[in-house]
């Protein structure tokens, strides 16, 4: 059984998931793979202590703190993508790296050659445990925002609200491109 609760941010409506154990899912409503891989066989659990947790990390995230400490997760998914998804857990708050970054440590701890960096951008936009799971501090090697399942506009206000200058660190919002 798989269990969810809600909860209300400032960016807006986060759906959490769980097992009942651990964190699984942590989506913003109406984002670009809004629940996925949530099945239909789902009970809303606000009670749980994992959620309770959660919550306690995104009170202390929105008002503008490194929380310190993170819920008991769980990714699902392929080796590939746990393997991104630990890589992308060590980014300190208030700082980015490139996909291409990621890239190359993944094909280092997976001990190939090489590594593309669509495949990571394609684990990256996937992550199921969004903001925990820091995929909003990977940008392109260009510095460009590249896109967030979230929205660039959500994008924007968690760099910020963590203390990054868009414009001290040669960010910006790209023009045009698929992941806008």
Same mark, same amino acid.
């Given at each position: 059984?798989?269990?969810? =609760?809600?909860?209300?941010? +400032?960016?807006?409506? %986060?759906?959490?998931?769980?097992?009942?154990? !651990?964190?699984?899912? #942590?989506?913003?409503?109406?984002?670009?793979?809004?629940?996925?891989?949530?099945?239909?066989?789902?009970?809303?659990?606000?009670?749980?202590?994992?959620?309770?947790?959660?919550?306690?990390?995104?009170?202390?995230?929105?008002?503008?703190?490194?929380?310190?400490?993170? +819920?008991? #997760?769980?990714?699902?998914?392929?080796?590939?993508?746990?393997? !991104?998804?630990?890589?992308? #857990?060590?980014? +300190?708050?208030?700082?980015?790296?490139?996909?291409?970054?990621?890239?190359?440590?993944?094909?280092?701890?997976?001990?190939?050659?090489?590594?593309?960096?669509?495949?990571?951008?394609?684990?990256?936009?996937?992550?199921?445990?969004?903001?925990?799971?820091?995929?909003?501090? !990977?940008?392109?090697?260009?510095?460009?925002?590249?896109?967030?399942?979230?929205?660039?506009?959500?994008?924007? =206000?968690?760099?910020?609200?963590?203390?990054?200058?868009?414009?001290?660190?040669?960010?910006? %919002? +790209?023009?045009?491109?698929?992941?806008?």
């Amino acid at each position: 059984m798989r269990y969810f =609760a809600k909860y209300v941010s +400032p960016l807006g409506t %986060i759906t959490l998931a769980s097992d009942g154990e !651990v964190l699984a899912g #942590l989506w913003f409503d109406g984002q670009k793979y809004d629940r996925f891989g949530l099945g239909s066989e789902v009970e809303e659990r606000d009670d749980l202590p994992v959620f309770a947790d959660a919550k306690r990390w995104l009170d202390s995230y929105f008002s503008g703190k490194d929380p310190g400490f993170r +819920p008991a #997760l769980a990714v699902r998914e392929t080796e590939f993508a746990r393997t !991104v998804c630990a890589i992308m #857990l060590q980014i +300190p708050y208030g700082q980015t790296t490139t996909y291409g970054e990621i890239a190359r440590e993944v094909a280092k701890r997976l001990g190939r050659e090489s590594m593309s960096s669509q495949a990571v951008g394609y684990a990256v936009g996937h992550n199921p445990i969004s903001l925990i799971v820091p995929c909003h501090r !990977v940008v392109g090697s260009s510095g460009s925002l590249t896109g967030y399942a979230g929205g660039l506009r959500r994008k924007v =206000a968690l760099l910020e609200g963590e203390g990054i200058d868009l414009k001290e660190h040669h960010l910006f %919002i +790209p023009g045009k491109g698929t992941a806008l």
